[in-house]
């Protein structure tokens, strides 16, 4: 009983931990959000508060359903799984529906419903994590068949990287297949089907490259910078002149010059140069700090949770997080290729953040519950275990 109340006290002191990390990184955001997008807002929108207004109430709203998925029972949760799955599919089916479906920047990745859009995809980096860890829980003394074990969950990954390529969202549709793999591994599956999906996927992956003009546009921008300075690596190059320009200290906030007319969207995808210009290499500390720490919290979380939907679940969203953090700073500092992957919790876009806040909540829960497991010495039931 003692051992009980101690690991009790440490998913709660865990969850505290997690949840504090959580506001600082959207705090943070917030405030860079506003900076970077003042001036453009103010010069297409007439109205500079346009964009941290409307990041304001996705907040809000995130913050709610933070708290929700952070308290909501797992096992009831699990119950409405397959509902989730069909919903997502769904959404992203309806993406390609003239009328519904809403095409920006040659993509049509949102839907628009009575002036309100979302994007689905975002919507796929939670419910695709969420059916594999209840999944390959569920087959987990099967996964050496193939085709009861394995198969399913690449179905229905597959279908969710197909919905997602075609709406011309290459850099998403890896990013979920990434992720997936990640899960896959944790599960247990096998090497030899690592192996085989490893020599498809890298073909495959080259062939979809080239099928798309932009694509190779990216590509060879990034392999030779001075190809189209002026072109496919103007965006690139001016992120990285305004981290180049930040120094130690950083020029402060609200003093950054790039983002008045020099790098396009900054206050979406390119918001970490935004942010870096104006905290310096102080900044960069504090961001890789944060991110450090949100990531020790959510491994440790998976780590100690009792059961394997607990493990799976945190483990694969807080990868999902911070490889997606990774991802979109590597990109913008110019060190790999453009994407449309945008920052978690900075990036303008309430899809994206209301996913964010989804996946943290997540794994607050398995946080709140790790290493809870009441012992059957004391003659209570495991009624924690999910």
């Avoid at 899960?183 to 498809?200: E, N, V």
């Avoid at 997080?321 to 700073?329: F, Y």
Wanted: charged letters at 15%.
């Amino acid at each position: 009983m003692y051992q009980f109340d101690v690991e009790r006290k440490y998913g709660q002191k865990n969850i505290h931990l997690l949840m504090f990390c959580v506001i600082l990184l959207l705090g943070t955001g917030l405030i860079t959000l506003y900076s970077a997008s003042y001036s453009f807002a103010a010069r297409f929108f007439r109205d500079g508060n346009h964009f941290i207004i409307r990041q304001l109430i996705f907040a809000g709203i995130g913050m709610v359903l933070f708290f929700i998925f952070a308290f909501i029972d797992l096992s009831l949760l699990r119950k409405f799984i397959k509902p989730l799955v069909a919903a997502a599919i769904a959404l992203c089916a309806l993406t390609l529906i003239p009328g519904i479906g809403v095409e920006r920047y040659g993509a049509s990745r949102w839907i628009e419903i009575g002036g309100i859009s979302y994007q689905p995809s975002e919507m796929v980096k939670f419910v695709l994590p969420l059916y594999l860890a209840h999944l390959l829980d569920k087959k987990k003394d099967n996964l050496d068949n193939f085709f009861t074990g394995v198969l399913p969950p690449v179905i229905i990954t597959g279908i969710f990287f197909g919905l997602i390529y075609i709406q011309n969202n290459f850099s998403t549709a890896v990013f979920i297949i990434f992720n997936a793999m990640v899960i896959f591994f944790l599960a247990g599956m096998r090497y030899r089907y690592f192996l085989a999906a490893t020599m498809m996927i890298i073909p495959i992956s080259a062939l979809l490259i080239f099928t798309k003009k932009h694509r190779v546009l990216r590509l060879v921008s990034f392999l030779r910078p001075e190809w189209d300075p002026l072109g496919a690596g103007y965006q690139v190059n001016a992120s990285r002149e305004a981290i180049i320009s930040s120094g130690f200290w950083g020029k402060g906030i609200g003093e950054g010059t790039k983002k008045v007319a020099s790098i396009p969207e900054i206050h979406s995808d390119f918001i970490f140069s935004s942010y870096v210009e104006e905290t310096g290499f102080i900044g960069i500390l504090l961001f890789f700090s944060l991110f450090a720490v949100f990531a020790v919290l959510g491994y440790t979380a998976a780590w100690k949770s009792q059961s394997v939907f607990g493990k799976l679940l945190a483990a694969g969203l807080t990868t999902m997080i911070v490889s997606q953090a990774l991802l979109n700073t590597a990109v913008v500092s110019g060190a790999l290729p453009a994407t449309g992957i945008p920052l978690p919790f900075f990036s303008a876009g309430g899809s994206s953040l209301l996913t964010s806040l989804i996946c943290a909540g997540l794994i607050a829960n398995v946080a709140r519950k790790s290493g809870v497991l009441t012992e059957k010495t004391s003659g209570l039931e495991d009624a924690n275990e999910y």
